[in-house]
């Protein structure tokens, strides 16, 4: 497994703000993903970060709306840009390892963002 | 695309007893991982069990064992002599092969321990 931390935990924004949101591994890991849990929803993926090339985007989701980097294989960010109130969600890391058996993802304690 | 669904909003079951929760699929792919994942109030995502397609054979981690019926892509998740500590959301989820892509999860089961 590994161990995945989200900074922040929570956070409270105004309208027409940016946030970033950072990902950090305990260990290298080959993937490494963002979701989105609305609330009272599930999960819907956002993206895939890839280490030193642009994210992979599934359909609705937009590099503008969700810049995301991903310099190193232990570290990625996802920003949420120019936000809404209906930006207000979770917002999860998800990682595979390298050693990870029949594609596992481990997912980091998710980032509670609220729009005002 | 890939869909899954669950149509149990929300479950009840006595402390000691079993519930069964249900999980269908949609995929035209014959290489695929399902997953069940447990999220508490804490709101982490926990992995309960896995199984793997080309696997017959259903999967079991100790109290919690899956009903896997590929011809009928069908996937449930049986939680044995319940526990207070089951309460949670839980969500089926799906991966195609291959190891490079996410998870298409569905809309979640709210599972009730009454003690």
């Known amino acids: 497994s590994a161990v995945i931390s989200q900074k922040p935990s929570r956070d409270i924004c105004q309208r027409g703000t940016s946030l970033t949101i950072q990902c950090q591994v305990d260990?290298?890991?080959?993937?490494m993903f963002w979701y989105r849990q609305q609330p009272g929803q599930s999960l819907t993926l956002i993206a895939t970060a890839n280490q030193g090339s642009e994210a992979t985007y599934e359909s609705g989701f937009v590099i503008d709306k969700f810049p995301i980097s991903r310099p190193n294989l232990t570290f990625s960010t996802l920003t949420v840009s120019n936000m809404s109130p209906e930006d207000s969600s979770i917002y999860l890391c998800?990682?595979?390892?390298?050693?990870?058996?029949?594609?596992?993802?481990?997912f980091g304690p998710g980032t509670r963002l609220t729009v005002l | 695309a890939q869909t899954v669904t669950q149509s149990q909003p929300e479950m009840s079951v006595q402390e000691a007893e079993t519930v069964t929760l249900s999980c269908t699929y949609d995929?035209?792919?014959?290489?695929?991982?399902l997953f069940w994942y447990k999220q508490p109030p804490s709101r982490q995502m926990i992995l309960v069990i896995r199984q793997e397609a080309y696997k017959q054979q259903n999967a079991t981690e100790n109290r919690f064992s899956v009903n896997f019926q590929k011809a009928a892509k069908s996937f449930s998740l049986k939680i044995s002599d319940s526990q207070l500590g089951d309460a949670a959301m839980y969500f089926c989820?799906?991966?195609?092969?291959?190891?490079?892509?996410?998870?298409?999860f569905g809309k979640g089961t709210h599972l009730i321990i009454q003690p």
């Open positions: 260990s290298q890991v080959t993937m």
């Open positions: 995929t035209s792919e014959s290489d695929y991982y």
């Open positions: 989820a799906y991966c195609p092969g291959g190891g490079a892509d996410g998870l298409t």
């Open positions: 998800s990682v595979k390892t390298s050693g990870g058996a029949n594609n596992e993802q481990f």
